[in-house]
């Protein structure tokens, strides 16, 4: 059935929309998992990457309250809260120690018991569109992080964000980019891509820019020489014509710009929501990294986020075309807000027992996807 398909793959001819459809339709999902892992190989042979990071939600206040999303509020509301610029500075000097649920064996059984990363490479910040602060807090907030901690890089704000960033400071896209990159933006995240297509995007996230201004942003940051990542959410109201629609025009992008880093398909996690419905299945998720690694020829990196997929699919993902698992994260707030079951952060050592487990090789990483030299990756 899905000869024709295969012959392609392994030939790295381009695979058309109406492959990609019959791919998700398919039941066959061994074949595909075996063509994605193929061509994961090919790009980036046994390994998986990680990274010791540790994310930061400045706010959960938000002016677009999308339907999905259990984590914002509005302001005034219950729960609402705010993080000052020391704050977050606090929290990246603590180290990861404050866990609210420590890992459970078996993946702290012979390890360190407990968070022993000493530094983190990469610090995550994404959070709402808050209605009142200026511009100048989110440069300053990167410049105070820049000066107290010079070797992390900073992955922060979605294409959403910085849109709103361009409208509450009167700066076009490319000042603002410019703006952000020059008080210590390194590079950005993927997130607010949700779906494209209109006809969905407007149900699940009315307020939020439309898909065409979502892909200007990124080609905007892309061309200033900000690197970014890209992301699809996936498992509420779309249908497959709406994410082989996504993840072309993601293809067409990254033709033009070669910006993009990674791709990282979210879940999504309905509880607590305003849609509701359902988690996604296990094989839904792996045919969606899989096809994904397939579709996206020109990305380098496929990334299986275990806090979405939890620790038991994102390792299984690992052999299924994705080639990184994401990091420690230490203090996960969005998708726990909508019924997440996995852990909120994991240390270096599980992440390394979960890779080796697959009969990958587990290999630390910076934002970049430069190799971090660590002994410690064979301690198991
Ligand atoms: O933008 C919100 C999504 C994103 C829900 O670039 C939800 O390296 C599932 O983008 N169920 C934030 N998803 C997460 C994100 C991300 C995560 C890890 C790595 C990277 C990266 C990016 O989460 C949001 C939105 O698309 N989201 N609510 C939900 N109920
Ligand atoms: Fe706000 Fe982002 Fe949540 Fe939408 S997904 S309500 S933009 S925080």
Known sequence: MLADIEEKVMSGERLSFEDCIRLFKSDDIFTIGRLA????????????????????????????????????????????????????IQKLKTNGLNFKNPPSPPFTKGGQGGITQSH?????????????????????????????FPSIAIKAFTAVEVDYMSKISGLSLEYTLMALKENGLDLMPGGGAEIFADAVRSRICPEKIIGDRWLEVMETAHRIGIKTNATMLYGHLEDIEDRVEHLFRLRDLQDRTGGFQAFIPLAYHPKNTEIGGFYSSGIDDLKTIAISRLVLDNFDHIKAYWIMLGEKVSQVALLFGADDIDGTIIEEKITHSAGAMSEEGMTKEELIYLIKKTGKTPVQRDAFYNTIENENLFCR
């Open 120 to 148: 983190f490479s990469e610090v995550h910040i994404v959070g709402g569109l808050h209605p009142d602060w200026p511009f100048e807090y989110y440069t300053n907030m990167l410049s105070t992080i820049k000066k107290e």
């Open 37 to 88: 892992s193929h061509v994961a190989e090919k790009k980036n042979g046994k390994n998986a990457y990680f990274v010791v990071n540790r994310h930061i939600n400045p706010t959960n206040i938000c002016v677009n309250r999308c339907k999905f999303c259990a984590f914002s509020r509005s302001k005034g509301e219950e729960g609402a809260y705010e993080l000052t610029i020391e704050d977050i």
